[in-house]
């Protein structure tokens, strides 16, 4: 056989092998774009921010809100922050079950990461808050967690801190009084709404379909042939649905989820779906943090939830698939930044 183009004679079963790899390379070519046609159907690609209706974020409502993030003297303590359980540098986790607070007293949830939580249809683990900035109130408040008697002694600490006043006045320029504790929620929800991480998985639901290895694609493909789609669905793969835990086969806790916020007896047992957003890096899992590794929590989630009993080569597939929602946090964008100083009437630590 020769090739017409350079004139050199090329073996038959030469010509054979190469037609048959450019066939092959065609039909992987093929299944890769199928893959993400269907993926797209059910993970829409991060976009790059969480936008809040109404209210634009400003970039002096995020210096502010990155500020309060890091600021540990609006806890009781002055020892937590809400960088002190969701911490930036690992992923918006501490990595443990549940999470020390003031006095070291630790409740019974675990800490979900702050890192794309905005997209999200509900905050905390049974939604009782329905934004981030909502969610930025409670744990200041909370007895076990920062400690805080109430809203009006967090914004006294602030307005005692010289440096504040003309951060919240450029952040808020139209309120007459911008050092308030709905202000506050606003800018670390700024700051909260631009935690994006787009992962490699963006990159192929964007139409680079070789940014995943076969083995992430054939694991995307179990994932989806499972089930798991039915809760873990949206640009966050989880995060949009309220479930009950053992919906198949009964889980054992002693947490009532979101009963304690309704008071139903058919939300006994209900949880806001975790988003699988970064879930490679962001264990121990589940709501009381009980599960240490990822490959358990796949069986045990496919077991209570779908019925289904995996086979080990089942649940390494799929946990190489979220190895792919693994993103990028900007080193830049989470640097802590330097503390104000107090002022004279900055009130100190009560440890009490």
Partial sequence: MRNSR????VPVFVAVSLAACMAAGM??????????RRARLIFPPLPAEAQR??????DAQVELGRRLYYEKRISKSQQISCNSCHLLTRFGVDGEPTSPGHKGQRGGRNSPTTLNAAFEFAQFWDGRAATVEE?????????????????????AVIESIPGYAALFAKAF????????YDNFARAVGAFERRLVTPSRFDEFLGGKT????????????????????????????????F??????????????GRYDVTKKEADKYFFKVPMLRNVAE???????????????????????????????????SIQTFLGSLTGKVDATYVAEPAPLPSGPNTPKPDLN
């Fill in 6 to 9: 350079i004139g050199i004679r």
């Fill in 27 to 36: 039909a992987r070519a093929d299944a890769r774009e199928d893959a993400a």
């Fill in 53 to 58: 209706a109404g209210d634009p974020i400003t």
């Fill in 135 to 155: 969610q930025a109130k409670g744990p200041v408040l909370n007895p076990i967690e920062m400690g805080m008697p109430k809203p009006e002694a967090c914004v």
């Fill in 173 to 180: 320029p139209s309120d007459a009084k911008p050092v308030s």
């Fill in 210 to 241: 070789d940014a995943l290895t076969d083995a992430e694609v054939a694991g995307l493909d179990t994932f989806l042939t499972t089930g798991c789609p039915t809760c873990h669905m949206g640009p966050t793969v989880g995060g949009q649905m």
């Fill in 243 to 256: 479930q009950k835990i053992g919906l198949v086969h009964p889980y054992e806790t002693k947490d009532l």
């Fill in 282 to 316: 962001t264990g121990p899992y589940f709501h009381d943090g009980s599960v240490k590794t990822l490959d358990e929590a796949i069986r045990l989630m496919a077991w209570h939830q779908l019925g289904k009993k995996l086979e080990p080569a089942e649940i390494a």
